[in-house]
Protein backbone atom coordinates (compact mmCIF):
# COMPACT_ATOMS: atom_id res chain seq x y z
CA UNK A 1 0.00 0.00 0.00
CA UNK A 2 1.22 3.42 -1.25
CA UNK A 3 2.09 5.67 1.41
CA UNK A 4 -0.55 9.05 0.87
CA UNK A 5 1.12 11.98 0.10
CA UNK A 6 -0.43 16.01 -0.16
CA UNK A 7 -0.25 17.50 -3.77
CA UNK A 8 -0.60 20.94 -2.30
CA UNK A 9 1.60 22.60 0.55
CA UNK A 10 -0.70 23.37 4.22
CA UNK A 11 -1.99 26.37 4.61
CA UNK A 12 -0.95 29.09 7.16
CA UNK A 13 -1.96 28.72 10.74
CA UNK A 14 -5.10 30.94 11.09
CA UNK A 15 -4.26 33.85 13.96
CA UNK A 16 -7.17 35.12 15.66
CA UNK A 17 -7.83 36.61 19.04
CA UNK A 18 -6.44 33.87 20.90
CA UNK A 19 -6.74 35.62 24.27
CA UNK A 20 -10.16 36.22 24.86
CA UNK A 21 -11.30 33.26 23.55
CA UNK A 22 -9.05 30.92 25.94
CA UNK A 23 -10.62 33.50 28.57
CA UNK A 24 -14.26 32.86 27.48
CA UNK A 25 -13.99 29.10 27.54
CA UNK A 26 -12.52 29.38 30.99
CA UNK A 27 -15.50 31.37 32.37
CA UNK A 28 -18.37 28.92 30.85
CA UNK A 29 -16.17 26.30 32.65
CA UNK A 30 -16.16 27.72 35.73
CA UNK A 31 -20.32 28.90 35.11
CA UNK A 32 -20.59 25.77 34.31
CA UNK A 33 -18.66 24.21 37.82
CA UNK A 34 -20.57 27.24 39.95
CA UNK A 35 -24.00 25.75 38.13
CA UNK A 36 -23.84 22.46 39.32
CA UNK A 37 -22.34 23.14 42.56
CA UNK A 38 -25.79 23.37 44.45
CA UNK A 39 -26.94 19.34 43.15
CA UNK A 40 -23.77 18.49 44.30
CA UNK A 41 -25.93 16.17 46.70
CA UNK A 42 -27.80 14.60 43.72
CA UNK A 43 -24.50 13.71 41.62
CA UNK A 44 -23.19 11.85 44.74
CA UNK A 45 -26.18 9.77 44.95
CA UNK A 46 -26.34 9.01 41.41
CA UNK A 47 -22.38 8.61 40.56
CA UNK A 48 -21.88 11.73 38.75
CA UNK A 49 -19.52 13.93 40.86
CA UNK A 50 -17.47 13.68 38.66
CA UNK A 51 -19.35 16.17 36.09
CA UNK A 52 -18.39 19.07 38.79
CA UNK A 53 -14.87 18.06 39.32
CA UNK A 54 -14.34 17.87 35.05
CA UNK A 55 -15.45 21.27 35.42
CA UNK A 56 -13.53 22.20 38.11
CA UNK A 57 -10.49 21.20 36.02
CA UNK A 58 -11.47 22.71 32.46
CA UNK A 59 -11.19 26.06 34.65
CA UNK A 60 -8.33 25.31 36.69
CA UNK A 61 -6.53 24.46 33.14
CA UNK A 62 -7.60 27.40 32.08
CA UNK A 63 -6.28 29.47 34.20
CA UNK A 64 -2.95 27.84 33.41
CA UNK A 65 -4.13 28.38 29.24
CA UNK A 66 -4.54 32.39 29.78
CA UNK A 67 -1.43 32.20 31.38
CA UNK A 68 0.46 30.65 28.43
CA UNK A 69 -1.28 32.32 26.00
CA UNK A 70 -0.59 36.06 27.40
CA UNK A 71 2.54 34.86 27.54
CA UNK A 72 2.79 33.19 23.80
CA UNK A 73 1.04 36.84 22.36
CA UNK A 74 3.33 39.04 24.31
CA UNK A 75 6.47 36.44 23.09
CA UNK A 76 4.86 37.23 19.11
CA UNK A 77 4.83 41.01 19.76
CA UNK A 78 8.32 41.47 20.61
CA UNK A 79 9.60 39.26 17.67
CA UNK A 80 7.50 41.39 15.53
CA UNK A 81 8.84 44.45 17.01
CA UNK A 82 12.71 42.82 16.71
CA UNK A 83 12.27 41.51 13.01
CA UNK A 84 14.61 43.72 10.59
CA UNK A 85 12.27 45.49 8.25
Do not use: N
Amino acid sequence: MAKWTPKHEAPEPLEGPVVPTIIGGTIVWFALFLVQLPFYSWFCDHGHTWWLWTCLAGGGLGLIGIWYVKKRDAAIKRAALQAPL
